[in-house]
């Protein structure tokens, strides 16, 4: 059975960096993309990003890109999500995912395994 465990969320000011974790079990972790999400209060889960099997191909939300960056290590079974100056839209609940069709991009119906999530809260 698939597990994924994010951690790393926290109170930060903005402008201020964080890392999130989101360690694997179960499966073989880099036969499989994986992404981020994030949801905050009354929204949507929405895209954040993406990365392939191997960490050479990365996808990013407009909202984040060249703030946030998305890698990964097989051998720790483990992809993480370097977030930097952050903004109080920031603020939400993030979720690391596995994909089910491979490098598939932004579409939640694409993952098929989700983490609990990991607060992310970003005060003004």
């Known amino acids: 059975q698939v597990q994924l465990v994010e951690s790393g969320g926290g109170l930060v000011q903005a402008g201020g960096s964080l890392r999130l974790s989101c360690a694997a079990s179960g499966g073989t972790f880099s036969s499989y993309a994986m992404g981020w999400f994030r949801q905050a209060p009354g929204k949507e889960r929405e895209f954040v990003a993406t990365i392939s099997e191997s960490g050479g191909n990365t996808y990013y939300a407009g909202s984040v890109k060249g703030r946030f960056t998305i890698s990964r290590g097989n051998a720790k079974n483990t992809v993480y999500l370097q977030m930097s100056s952050l903004k109080p839209e920031d603020t939400g609940v993030y979720y690391c995912?596995?994909?089910?069709?491979?490098?598939?991009?932004?579409?939640?119906?694409?993952?098929?395994?989700w983490g609990q999530g990991t607060q992310v809260t970003v005060s003004s």
């Open positions: 995912a596995r994909s089910r069709f491979g490098f598939a991009g932004s579409s939640t119906s694409a993952y098929d395994y």
